[in-house]
């Protein structure tokens, strides 16, 4: 027998099938410091890896190698130079990053290799692949400082990283860059992470990063456009100086032409996973333009709309519809998508001879309902109705009579319904009918 852990379970799987679906075959480049590695903290994100790499993500990881060259001019009694907080990298500095990123490249194999049992990189087999994808030039003299062998990425060899990535591999891609003459640049992380997703055009570009994105009131952010993004670093803010450095990358990207940008936290176990796969997400998403849309429903979104009102049916609190009927109906559907899945729907069947309209399945997922989807749909369905003369709206439920009452609909009597829905009245579902005057 189900317990109700297993019910939770279920419920919980079928919640991430759409996200499944819309990733699969799609590039992600996730882009990290050296200091997520250096903590300790890429045992878990290997994991999660794993997990992207088993549902048919095309994954390019990008990493920095900040503190392992720290490390490395320690042991040579060397300190570090900055200006304007990028690396200025002499010869001895520069043979320290030789060195660091060849063991740190060592060390992310080595993680992403485990394939102990009852772990969940047991099976795995996960191959990985590096090359020299990146030709770099010098970052040149910038207000009179010479930054010497620290460089910015010239080009991105996107041919060789897709070859890599159709053979079923994990891309590796180091924070050093080559010229055509041999010579080898220390470059940033943000500059290689947001060149390789343009390249290729990537679907996400993910930074894990030290904290979140706030505003000035300290609230986290959880969504953003490019220009919210721009206006938040114009102003004062509580953003980090990594997170506001990758935020700045976040929007050449998305403007790039890469269609989502995520900043995540490294110190929030399971962030990458939460941010991907669940509504609320864990981090900050930017986008070029606004993510939610309410459109008319298509045909392609029959599978969507099913997702949502079938746990309804079976509940008994919405009437048995079926592919079909919807299919034939379409057209009567509006939907709300958000970053490409269906998070709400509503029907709209019109009555002239009454001036009267129907509001019928209207549904929003459990996770989205507090950011206000079902007024949306509401507000938008009675404008519809409006458009075409109609001056009533009603709609019949057995389970969400308050919802309605308390946005300005009224308890009605069957009769007050235009004959032809009144004559279909289900007196064995005893539905309350409510109105609402448009």
């Known amino acids: ?70 490390a490395q001019l320690k042991q040579h009694k060397a300190r570090s130079r900055y200006a304007d907080g990028i690396r200025i990298t002499d010869a001895l500095a520069l043979a ?23 772990s969940p990189m047991a099976g795995a087999a996960i191959n990985t692949v590096s090359g020299n994808f990146i030709t770099a030039q ?3 003299i910038r207000n009179g400082i010479d930054f010497q062998y620290t460089g910015a990425v010239r080009k991105v060899d996107s041919q060789a990283i897709r070859s890599c990535l159709d053979c079923g591999n994990i891309v590796i891609v180091s924070n050093v860059g080559y010229s055509p003459t041999g010579e080898v640049f220390n470059c940033t992380v943000e500059d290689v992470a947001v060149a390789t997703a343009k390249a290729l055009g990537a679907d996400k570009l993910v930074y894990f990063t030290d904290s979140s994105v706030a505003d000035k009131r300290g609230r986290a952010l959880t969504e953003l456009s490019a220009q919210e993004a721009d206006k938040l670093l114009s102003g004062p803010s509580e953003l980090s100086g990594d997170t506001r450095l990758y935020l700045q990358h976040a929007v050449e990207a998305v403007r790039g032409g890469v269609q989502r940008a995520h900043l995540v936290s490294h110190k929030v176990e399971g962030a990458l996973l939460i941010e991907l796969f669940t509504h609320k997400g864990s981090g900050s998403m930017i986008t070029a333009d606004k993510l939610e849309r309410l ?19 079976a509940e008994g609190v919405l009437v048995y519809r079926g592919r079909e009927l919807i299919e034939r109906e379409i057209q009567r559907f509006f939907v709300i998508e958000h970053d490409g899945i269906i998070v709400g729907n509503a029907a709209l069947y019109p009555f002239p001879s009454g001036k009267a309209a129907e509001l019928a399945a209207l549904v929003v997922r459990p996770e989205a309902r507090s950011a206000g989807l079902g007024e949306k749909l509401l507000d938008h369905v009675s404008r519809e109705a409006r458009k075409r003369g109609l001056r009533k709206l009603f709609v019949l439920t057995t389970q969400a009579t308050h919802w309605f009452i308390e946005r300005g609909f009224v308890e009605a009597d069957v009769s007050v319904l235009p004959e032809p829905r009144r004559s279909l009245y289900n007196y064995q579902r005893r539905s309350k009918v409510l109105v609402k005057n448009i």
């Open 1 to 70: 027998m189900a317990t109700h852990s297993d019910s939770q379970f279920v419920s919980w799987f079928r919640s991430v099938a759409p996200y499944f679906h819309a990733f699969r075959g799609r590039t992600f480049v996730i882009a990290f410091g050296g200091d997520v590695v250096d903590q300790g903290k890429f045992v878990a994100i290997a994991n999660d890896l794993n997990l992207l790499h088993s549902a048919g993500i095309r994954v390019v990881l990008v990493h920095g190698s900040r503190p392992q060259i720290e």
């Open 96 to 118: 320290c990053v030789k060195e660091a990123v060849g063991l740190l490249r060592v060390e992310i194999d080595a993680l992403l290799s485990q394939g102990l049992p009852n």
């Open 138 to 140: 010098p970052y040149g």
């Open 295 to 313: 459109r008319e429903a298509t045909i392609d979104d029959v599978g969507g709309i099913l997702a949502l009102i079938e746990p309804l049916e």
